[in-house]
Structures are given as structure tokens and as C-alpha cells.
T-cell receptor, first 115, second 115 residues
Framework: KAGVTQTPRYLIKTRGQQVTLSCSPI?????VSWYQQTPGQGLQFLFE???????NKGNFPGRFSGRQFSNSRSEMNVSTLELGDSALYLC??????????????FGAGTRLSVL | AQSVAQPEDQVNVAEGNPLTVKCTYS??????LFWYVQYPNRGLQFLLK??????LVKGSYGFEAEFNKSQTSFHLKKPSALVSDSALYFC?????????????FGPGTRLSVLP
């Protein structure tokens, strides 16, 4: 079974631009979560999508948004990029959401560099 | 609010010796606890989880973790370290009374196993 696939692996953008990252979850997984990883802040939760609906949201500005499609694939968008948005963006998928305990399986991440 | 602390930024251990990576947590409800490992330029890989039951949890690659409710700790252990265990280790918690997959991760501990 294929794992979580994130594309692209690397991105270089300039300040003010926008960027879209893509995540394909493990087949059959319906929950997709996004995290930002930086050396200073560590791993921070961005948001979770389940059945095309945002279930949870972390403490990030509105420039960060996402969506999920009917096939559970998810995209994350960052508008008006800032230098501080440079990070490794990780996507994780799990079977379901809710009160059940589901292991999150992570993709390799997209490394975004903002110049 | 949930929180996770990993008091050691770096742990060094000689190959063949036992290793411990420490984690303490704070949640309002019952804790669901996880350990993940991250190798360079890779996403996070699941090692083990504690939901309920035995306080000693066995996971992948010979790792185990001990849940201690009174000390609110969930330390990761391995009886005999391998050089290939060198990586970044993350402890994560989710409030059992919470909804959704918004895990809170600790800052990470870099484990170096010396030959």
C-alpha cells in the first residue's frame, strides 16, 4: 500500500507570492492533517480535514488555508508569503477523525524556502 | 490545554548500551500518547502508542515506552542502542476527551548513538 505522498518535495518562492502544496493520503484514509515544522517552533498543527470539512484549526493566520477533495486528497495554500513561512510542511493521514484513536502516518514533507 | 515536554535536546549513548528519551505531558483528560521518529529529510515514522492498558508499551524496532500516570511521563526506552537509531525523536499527546486529530508534539530530542 502506498504511503502518504506530498508534492512537490521542494519549493522556492519569494515574499508576497502564494503557494499550494498537495497531499495524497494512504488509500482508505479520510482524515488529513497538516503541520509546520521549523527549527525554532518545532512541529505545529495547522489544520485537519475530514470528509472535505475542516475539523480542527491551529493558531495560524488566515493566510494559511486548506481544502480536501472527495477522494480525500488535500491541498494547503499559503498566500502573501513571508520569510518566516520557510519551513518543512508535513501532511499526515489517518483512517478517521473524531474520538477514535488513529495513528497518523506522515509524508516526507514539502520544504518551502521563501526568499 | 495539552502540552508535551522533552527535557533533553540531545541524548548521546554508546552502541549496545540502553537508551532512554524522556517525555512528560499535560492534558485535561485521559492522555493518548505517541512516539515518532524522524530521519533526515524524511517525515515522521510511528513507533508506538499508549491508549490504555499495560503501562509498558512495545513498539517498532525494539523500542518500548513506559507510561507513568503519577509522574505524567512517557519515556521511550530501548535495551540496546544501534547506530542506526540515531535520529530525532518526538513525543506527542492527544487529549482523550478531545475531538479530531490535532496532536501536540514535543520539541524533539536528538539521539546520537556512538559506535
Amino acid at each position: 500500500k502506498a504511503g502518504v505522498t506530498q508534492t512537490p518535495r521542494y519549493l522556492i518562492k519569494t515574499r508576497g507570492q502564494q503557494v499550494t502544496l498537495s497531499c495524497s493520503p494512504i488509500s482508505g484514509h479520510r482524515s488529513v492533517s497538516w503541520y509546520q515544522q521549523t527549527p525554532g517552533q518545532g512541529l505545529q498543527f495547522l489544520f485537519e480535514y475530514f470528509s472535505e470539512t475542516q475539523r480542527n484549526k491551529g493558531n495560524f493566520p488566515g493566510r494559511f488555508s486548506g481544502r480536501q477533495f472527495s477522494n480525500s486528497r488535500s491541498e494547503m495554500n499559503v498566500s502573501t508569503l513571508e520569510l518566516g513561512d520557510s519551513a518543512l510542511y508535513l501532511c499526515a493521514s489517518s483512517l478517521t477523525s473524531g474520538l477514535g484513536i488513529n495513528i497518523q502516518y506522515f509524508g516526507a514533507g514539502t520544504r518551502l524556502s521563501v526568499l | 490545554a495539552q502540552s508535551v515536554a522533552q527535557p533533553e535536546d540531545q541524548v548521546n549513548v554508546a552502541e549496545g548500551n540502553p537508551l532512554t528519551v524522556k517525555c512528560t505531558y499535560s492534558v485535561s483528560g485521559n492522555p493518548y500518547l505517541f512516539w515518532y521518529v524522524q530521519y533526515p529529510n524524511r517525515g515522521l515514522q510511528f513507533l508506538l502508542k499508549y491508549i490504555t492498558g499495560d503501562n509498558l508499551v512495545k513498539g517498532s524496532y525494539g523500542f518500548e515506552a513506559e507510561f507513568n500516570k503519577s509522574q505524567t511521563s512517557f519515556h521511550l526506552k530501548k535495551p540496546s542502542a544501534l547506530v542506526s537509531d540515531s535520529a530525532l525523536y518526538f513525543c506527542a499527546v492527544r487529549d482523550g476527551g478531545g475531538y479530531g486529530q490535532n496532536f501536540v508534539f514535543g520539541p524533539g530530542t536528538r539521539l546520537s548513538v556512538l559506535p
